[in-house]
């Protein structure tokens, strides 16, 4: 099957690339859901490498909810600053916390619909703490996700959420949480947005190429 194939030839060859922010995360400090989700939240519209240094700044200092909210807010937006709408993020690690105090009795949910239902918490949030975090199979659709998925001519999706739901039909559930991972870090290296490196692609035989006029 097709999706076999993709899945075990980009396993292969993503051996070696930088490994994605979360699972860094989950190296240095274990399978923890409430510092995953932080990490989350603060590395949305930020790049990997400076979403890691702030949250070993930010972890240095708090690793519970509780703990988050006593922080000066003062503080936490000087930590979390260089992520960027450090204002916002700020702010929302906290009222996450508050939530996360007053209606789960400081533990992160495990479902999907307990974790959509935190003011701040997306889908895209959502889907990548329950993989990462509780193991629980869930596709999460960012950019690169959405792109190379359409790409390949496996779906096709206008939107990040429709692509999600498309790939729930065509992708067996033992990869909905390897997906994210394998995709996004072929989609840093290889299947870039801008003329992607097709003539170095590993999977150019199993690819469609749908939409792309312009290649390397
Ligand atoms: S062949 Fe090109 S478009 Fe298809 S996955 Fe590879 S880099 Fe992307």
Redesign the pocket.
Known sequence: MIIDDIVRILKRETKTFTPLMTDQIIAEYGRDPFLILISCLLSLRAKDLTTIHVCRALFKKVQTPKQLLALPRAELEKIVYKTGFYKTKARVLQSVSKDLLERFKGKVPETREELLSIKGVGIKTANLVLSAAFDTPAICVDTHVHR?SN??GLVVAKNAEKSEVALQKVLPKKYWSSWNRLLVL?GQN???PVS???S?????S?????G?TK?R
């Open positions: 190379i790409r390949l072929w290889i299947c870039v992607p490196k097709c170095q692609c590993a999977i150019k199993l690819c469609k190429r749908v792309v290649s």
